[in-house]
């Protein structure tokens, strides 16, 4: 009885502190979101902006001097907060919110949800420093503020309950912090619903599902073994280029200028703007099967120049558009409907990427509805099981080995060491 009063007492300590964390963290997010929608549709209509790019990374990297965060690692901050106390300054989040909007505004191809989980992170943490909470209630209101903004931010609450607490530790589920995530990301995605930044309904439809236990099933393997090879290239890719980048140009002011510039060239080059920015009418374009074929490369080359030049948005978004026109390709070759085909590539990349299969799983229902769920659950475990170790999220800690019951605990940035060798 003693036990359960206890429990009883930290649930309504949660409760309270989610109601905070869920509306302060889904006001922001809300904003934010509207924010990136508006610059976007700006850029669209005046596609010319996209010559500023390179005065906007230089204005960027200003900022983050200017605030002494120019070491900033984006999301690996984060995760690595979590991992060891470490509180994440406030000044993260208006630097990450205008830095995600100059690059949208003018062009960088980069996401935003990224950001997201960097500006939930911070204003938990500096919510539980002014709170003077001990370590381990710091560490589960960050995971608690970055799904409340990942909730507001893509409108998938259920998988942003889960995510953070899936994708710091693989292998572990913190499920201390359970409660306050799953308040803090609904009472964030009611109020961004309320705020008309997000709705109730799933994005995109999904509606020529074949038969589950036909012969499409065991072609999804496939499928799912291309999406894994591809989230692989996609890791590597950003590693190297982040890495040279830094060796090649070592001003931070050249560099972003550099990569700014190449984006610009390039979309001039193909006279389109297709792969700058979040990249949304190719996505949809993936699901009715007109994609152009090369469009994942494309979108690979163009968010390393972006990102690893120094721009600031996220690689998340990157991997679901990675992850369509892929599935589009895919659909051809294996003669499946492009819609079905194009859910599971973007679930299966994302999964890859991410080493998150539960997050991806139920980020695959709540964007495509549950029709096609046995197809994408068996493309993310596919795609879990042979992306090996790598991770667009170097601090990520993977704690069990992928095919077999043992434990490792390797930091996913050790792979590229291993690589490099």
């Known amino acids: 009885m003693k036990t359960f009063k206890t429990a009883l007492i930290s649930l309504g300590k949660w409760i309270a502190i989610s109601i905070v964390i869920g509306l302060s963290v889904g006001f922001v997010s809300s904003i934010f979101s509207k924010s990136i929608t ?3 549709k700006f850029r669209l209509e005046h596609p010319w902006m996209l010559l500023g790019l390179p005065a906007a990374g230089l204005l960027t990297v200003f900022l983050y001097k200017a605030a002494g965060r120019e070491g900033d690692h984006g999301t690996n901050t984060v995760i690595e907060a979590v991992r060891t106390q470490k509180p994440i300054p406030l000044v993260v989040t208006p630097l990450i919110v ?6 949208h505004l003018f062009g960088g191809s980069a996401g935003r949800e990224g950001a997201a989980l960097q500006l939930g992170g911070s204003m938990a943490s500096f919510t539980a420093e002014k709170l003077h909470m001990n370590e381990s209630d710091a560490e589960i209101m960050i995971m608690a503020g970055m799904s409340a903004a990942f909730a507001a931010l893509f409108g998938t609450p259920i998988a942003a309950t889960i995510l953070p607490m899936e994708f710091v ?9 359970l409660v306050p995530c799953v308040l803090s990301a609904f009472i964030a995605h009611s109020l961004a619903v309320y705020l008309k930044a997000a709705t109730l309904q799933a994005p995109y439809a999904v509606t020529d599902v074949p038969s589950l236990y036909s012969l499409a099933f065991p072609k999804v393997i496939i499928l799912g073994i291309a999406c894994a090879v591809v989230g692989i290239f996609f890791c590597i890719s950003l590693h190297f280029c982040s890495t040279n980048f830094q060796k090649w140009i070592k001003n931070p002011y050249l560099r972003i200028a550099a990569g700014g510039a190449a984006v610009v060239l390039l979309a001039l080059l193909l006279h389109t703007q297709d792969y700058c920015g979040v990249g949304r009418e190719v996505i949809l374009e993936s699901f ?20 690893c030049a120094g721009y600031k948005g996220g690689e998340i978004v990157p991997s679901f558009f990675i992850g369509a026109s892929l599935g589009c390709l895919m659909s051809g070759f294996l003669g499946m409907p492009a819609d079905i085909c194009t859910a599971c590539g973007m679930c299966g990349v994302f999964c890859a990427v991410t080493n998150s299969p539960i997050s991806s799983i139920l980020i695959a229902l709540e964007l495509f509805g549950g029709s096609g769920m046995g197809f994408f659950a068996l493309c993310i475990a596919v795609s879990y099981m042979l992306s090996g170790y790598y991770s667009v999220f170097s601090a990520q800690k993977i704690v069990y080995s992928k095919t077999e019951a043992k434990f490792i605990d390797r930091v996913s940035g050790d792979s590229f060491k291993r690589l490099e060798k």
């Open 98 to 103: 205008i830095s995600t909007m100059l690059t």
């Open 169 to 177: 530790s693989v292998g572990v589920l913190y499920y201390a912090a």
């Open 38 to 40: 508006m610059v976007t």
């Open 288 to 307: 009715q099967g007109t994609a152009p074929p090369y469009a994942f490369i494309l979108k690979i080359v163009f968010t390393c120049l972006t990102l």
